[in-house]
């Protein structure tokens, strides 16, 4: 169990889904409360929730604890910061990256 004090908002943290319901997933991530993550963030592309109790996901920390005591977690930012950070070390070791382009904005794609 993390100790109150070592939990700190906008790090990524591992947890154990411990229930899903219709519109959350609740998380163990060994702190003195549970997470909650809307389950819009799990929906893949068949529109179905796709993890289920036991599954092991990183999560970021948003909130240490909300209006029902639970502490807020998002999936899908864990999962953009962990993707920068991969790209942001290829970039420092100048190899190339291989992507989809998805928009195009203002100065670039």
Partial sequence: MQHADSLREGEI???????????????????KSEGVIPASEFIDTTGKVNVQPGDVVDVLVEAKENDQGLVA?????????????????????????????TARVKGGL
Avoid: M, P
């Avoid at 229930?19 to 060994?30: L, Q």
């Fill in 13 to 31: 943290v591992q947890g154990h889904i411990i229930k899903v319901n219709r519109d959350s997933v609740i998380v163990d991530i060994g702190y």
């Fill in 73 to 101: 977690l998002s999936k899908e930012k864990a999962d953009k910061l962990k993707v920068w950070d991969e790209i942001s070390a290829a970039c420092e070791r100048d190899e190339l990256i291989e992507g989809t382009i």
